[in-house]
């Protein structure tokens, strides 16, 4: 599901956009196999030597960075690598290299905020806030780190930590209040 055009001796990056105009218009078609129609869509990386790499490798590295990125935006898109691309991919695999641990470490943590009964001003139940305090990223905030843990399959076990954690706190507001708390 995935293949590489290599473009030799472009006269500017620009070049490279009208090839992968051309690729995206050709999938814009249906392919007949087997007496069906089918559809496919395209996402498209385009890196250039050699600011986005010197060696065949790292190109690919660059490109297949940039597909990632035009996946992203949604369906038939193409990107052009940049090094804030790079940064990003670099910090995401810092990021979840970190989660990783993060449960084994005791980082993570669980923020209650109260909901009221407005007719009678009681607390009636709180909602579980997921937090995450790393020692080398420093607080990390939740639109970042959970999908971070969506990617890397991580949400199951922080799942897991999460509602233990707060049936175990739950319990523990049972015992001192009066009235259930949800």
Same mark, same amino acid.
């Given at each position: 599901?995935?293949?590489?055009?290599?473009?030799?001796?472009?006269?500017?990056?620009?070049?490279?956009?009208?090839?992968?105009?051309?690729?995206?218009?050709?999938?814009?078609?249906?392919?007949?196999?087997?007496?069906?129609?089918?559809?496919?869509?395209?996402?498209?990386?385009?890196?250039?030597?050699?600011?986005?790499?010197?060696?065949?490798? &790292?190109?690919?590295?660059?490109?297949?960075?940039?597909?990632?990125?035009?996946?992203?935006?949604?369906?038939?898109?193409?990107?052009?690598?940049?090094?804030?691309?790079?940064?990003?991919?670099?910090?995401?695999?810092?990021?979840?290299?970190?989660?990783?641990?993060?449960?084994?470490?005791?980082?993570?943590?669980?923020?209650?905020?109260?909901?009221?009964?407005?007719?009678?001003?009681?607390?009636?139940?709180?909602?579980?806030?997921?937090?995450?305090?790393?020692?080398?990223?420093?607080?990390?905030?939740?639109?970042?780190?959970?999908?971070?843990?969506?990617?890397?399959?991580?949400?199951?076990?922080?799942?897991?930590?999460?509602?233990? &954690?707060?049936?175990?706190?739950?319990?523990?507001?049972?015992?001192?209040?009066?009235?259930?708390?949800?």
């Amino acid at each position: 599901d995935e293949f590489l055009v290599v473009s030799e001796n472009l006269s500017r990056p620009g070049d490279a956009e009208v090839i992968a105009h051309k690729i995206a218009r050709m999938f814009q078609r249906p392919f007949n196999i087997e007496q069906r129609e089918i559809y496919a869509t395209t996402s498209i990386g385009i890196a250039v030597f050699p600011q986005d790499g010197e060696t065949a490798e &790292t190109l690919m590295q660059s490109a297949d960075t940039a597909m990632y990125h035009a996946k992203g935006a949604g369906k038939n898109k193409y990107r052009f690598f940049t090094r804030a691309m790079q940064d990003d991919a670099e910090r995401h695999l810092a990021m979840e290299t970190e989660l990783r641990h993060a449960l084994r470490r005791n980082e993570l943590r669980l923020m209650f905020q109260p909901k009221y009964d407005t007719q009678t001003g009681r607390i009636r139940g709180a909602e579980a806030l997921l937090r995450w305090t790393s020692p080398t990223l420093g607080q990390v905030n939740p639109d970042d780190f959970i999908p971070v843990a969506e990617f890397a399959g991580l949400m199951p076990a922080i799942g897991d930590w999460v509602l233990q &954690t707060a049936c175990r706190e739950a319990a523990t507001w049972q015992r001192l209040c009066d009235e259930p708390v949800h």
